[in-house]
């Protein structure tokens, strides 16, 4: 307990310690001296005799008090404080030792409440405040309150600027830090209306230079100028943001839904609409958030019916294995649907819906599911697979975590190569927000979906914040390459921008894609115009950039244009018009030859083949498979050739490819594709 005796003494007199309590101490001292040897009893006793002595300092009382919090004597200890809050109402220690009985009494929310109040009282130079800031920051942290843990660790290092603060902080909260990237943005007080007086004006800016301020402080002279400036926008946002750094995570949403009304920029609003998104799973509010998992908790009692269950649901294709540690018993896995026998044609392959996210550490299996019929339903299909080897300890609702945000977005291949399946898994995820989503009911656009609330000035502004979180949300994820600017031109929130991007291709909406003379752009701002148009989904412009550049001689740095024959045989093919197709998939393949070395050879064969089953010549497409085949007598051609004939009902010739590919993945000892060419056998063998 050693006091320095020229810090500021904690019984709240703003007295240097030596010309304060120090004479008491040497007393204080022993009686924690006998609580520490067991001697628990006598150092009340002691305790007692110095409050008869100076009944007068509420630091005895305090003393005491926290003596018996230590022996759990809660009741006593409140009787004690309530005796030095008679004598001082704001004495800081007092606060820390209330603040230890909510603890003690698992109230973590108005413990922090204490402590930022404790932290209020103590003199500004007193050394007490590192722990009371640290005490803040580790128990925001461990609730994942990240704003208000952020406010507390710089508020600590600033108190205390060690290497170790500073560094922890740049760890956690800088540039480069390892938390979320909306918590980590620099956010600063706005600056005061016009009509404030002087003496306001001199107040806000003493707030704006501590950055941050002591939160509580902050919000309650916001919350005073609000009744001032009821309708300016910039209170409103001040007074959010020093309750969001507070932990006071109700009434910062409530300010922020009001500055968000206010405020005329939209971009401005959205910044801080996707604040609130962050707060509403940080609190206990994710419930009435649009981002509510629902996870179930399973323990493992069988370790070695477990591994055997789950390798068959790996070689079944539900188990998507995303990493594994071994050493730390570590297993990162998605569950995905099971995807149907027999699969329709065109250029994608099935792709399997994305049911859960998984993670097994050591015993415990954690089941993640976007939605709680998505949980019940695969409970109950684990339990019937595993068995007794797992037993089910929870079920509750929880925040998703910033990947688990995208479950219901997520579709996954089993065949093709992980260079491909990570950027077919990007493009479900846009397809899904560009298709799905902005149809969808969202709770935090009070039921109404994005297509609709474009069209409200205020939620238009909660619209783009949605948008915005998700963004800062897919920065810390593998979805990183998400572009959610297009879904923003979709819903039109990207408007009254002409001129911006002149001169950025990647950045042009379709109107302004559309404007570009072909005749005119170089080699790299044809390709590029023709990627942005895809990005839009602006499938006919693109078709257009595409006829330009396939028209243009080919550079032999960029010999590869598949990309662009294969956009304009789809174009062609969803016209109906296969002898265009057909036309163009000859000019691709002699182009390939010539400037590729045939490295697309086989990709315009299986395009080929597709394209004469389609129009009903199917020996045609069967000697195209054949000559395929001889040539590359891969199994997963044999699998594409059959799925091409099922879907065209001809399947005996089905069953002929599937049985040769099968052969041809065994003798392999290919276990995936072995099951995958299995399943088109009995496909093809139903009747």
Avoid at 105 to 126: G, Q, T
Wanted: proline share 4%; glycine share 4%; net charge negative.
């Amino acid at each position: 307990m050693a006091h320095d005796p020229y810090d500021f003494c904690e019984c709240g007199s703003g007295k240097k310690f030596k010309w304060c309590c120090q004479p008491i101490f040497v007393h204080v001292e022993k009686a924690y001296q006998r609580h520490a040897e067991g001697q628990r009893e006598a150092s009340l006793q002691l305790m007692d005799k110095i409050i008869a002595s100076h009944s007068d300092n509420p630091e005895v009382f305090g003393r005491k008090a926290h003596l018996l919090i230590l022996d759990d004597r809660l009741d006593e200890a409140k009787e004690c404080l309530q005796k030095a809050f008679a004598i001082n109402p704001n004495y800081p220690f007092g606060f820390q030792c209330e603040a230890l009985i909510r603890l003690a009494e698992n109230d973590i929310d108005e413990a922090v409440r204490l402590l930022w109040k404790a932290a209020e009282a103590f003199h500004p130079s007193s050394r007490a405040l590192m722990d009371v800031y640290l005490t803040i920051f580790n128990l925001q942290k461990k609730q994942s309150h990240e704003f208000s843990a952020k406010t507390a660790l710089a508020l600590a290092a600033r108190h205390d600027p060690s290497k170790d603060l500073l560094q922890d902080y740049e760890n956690l909260y800088g540039r480069n830090g390892n938390a979320a990237a909306i918590v980590r943005t620099d956010y600063r007080y706005l600056d005061p209306p016009a009509g404030a007086s002087e003496e306001c004006r001199k107040a806000w800016s003493a707030l704006q230079e501590e950055n941050p301020a002591h939160p509580v402080k902050a919000a309650r002279f916001f919350e005073e100028a609000a009744k001032q400036f009821p309708d300016e926008p910039a209170v409103w946002y001040n007074l959010g943001l020093a309750q969001a750094q507070s932990g006071a995570h109700q009434p910062a949403i409530e300010a922020f839904e009001r500055y968000v009304e206010l405020e005329t920029d939209e971009e401005k609003a959205a910044a801080a609409w996707a604040v609130v998104e962050a707060l509403r799973l940080e609190g206990n509010q994710y419930e009435q958030s649009d981002y509510c998992g629902y996870v179930a908790l399973f323990q493992v009692m069988d370790a070695e019916d477990f591994v055997k269950t789950l390798t068959s649901l790996i070689q079944e294709r539900r188990v998507f294995v995303l990493s594994r540690n071994l050493e730390e018993g570590l297993l990162g896995f998605w569950v995905v649907e099971k995807t149907p026998e027999l699969v329709g044609g065109g250029d994608t392959r099935p792709m399997a819906r994305v049911q859960a996210s998984a993670l097994l550490v050591k015993a415990i299996l954690r089941i993640c599911c976007a939605t709680q019929s998505d949980l019940e339903s695969l409970s109950a299909d684990l339990e019937a697979r595993f068995g007794d080897a797992i037993s089910q300890l929870a079920a509750n609702p929880e925040p998703l975590d910033s990947s688990e945000i995208f479950l219901p977005a997520l579709k996954v291949s089993f065949d093709v190569q992980k260079s491909e399946w990570r950027d077919r898994l990007i493009e479900n995820i846009r397809k899904y927000y560009e298709e799905v989503w902005i149809h969808k009911p969202l709770k935090s656009l009070n039921s109404v979906a994005p297509i609709d609330a474009a069209a409200s000035p205020v939620l238009r502004k909660k619209l783009l914040g949605n948008v915005r979180y998700l963004e800062s949300v897919c920065k810390h994820t593998f979805f990183r390459e998400v572009d959610f600017n297009r879904v923003c031109r979709k819903l039109g929130l990207l408007e009254g921008a002409d001129g911006e991007h002149e001169g950025n291709i990647d950045a042009m909406g379709a109107a302004e894609l559309a404007a570009l003379e072909t005749d005119k752009l170089s080699d790299d701002d044809l390709e590029r115009a023709f990627r942005s148009a895809m990005k839009l989904d602006a499938r006919e412009l693109a078709g257009k950039f595409a006829k330009a550049i396939v028209a243009r001689p080919v550079p032999k740095d960029k010999s590869d244009r598949y990309y662009c024959y294969s956009h304009l045989v789809q174009l062609a093919l969803e016209e109906n018009d296969t002898e265009t197709a057909l036309h163009y998939l000859d000019d691709a393949e002699r182009v390939d030859s010539e400037h590729n070395e045939g490295r697309r050879r086989d990709d315009f064969e299986l395009r080929r083949g597709r394209i004469y089953a389609q129009r009903g010549e199917f020996d045609q497409a069967q000697q195209i498979f054949e000559r395929l085949l001889e040539r590359t007598p891969d199994p997963k051609h044999h699998g594409l050739a059959a799925e091409v004939m099922l879907s065209a009902r001809q399947k005996e010739r089905a069953l002929r490819f599937a049985e040769k590919g099968l052969a041809a993945a065994r003798s392999k000892n290919d276990r995936d594709m072995e099951q995958y060419l299995l399943e088109l056998v009995e496909a093809a063998r139903k009747g």
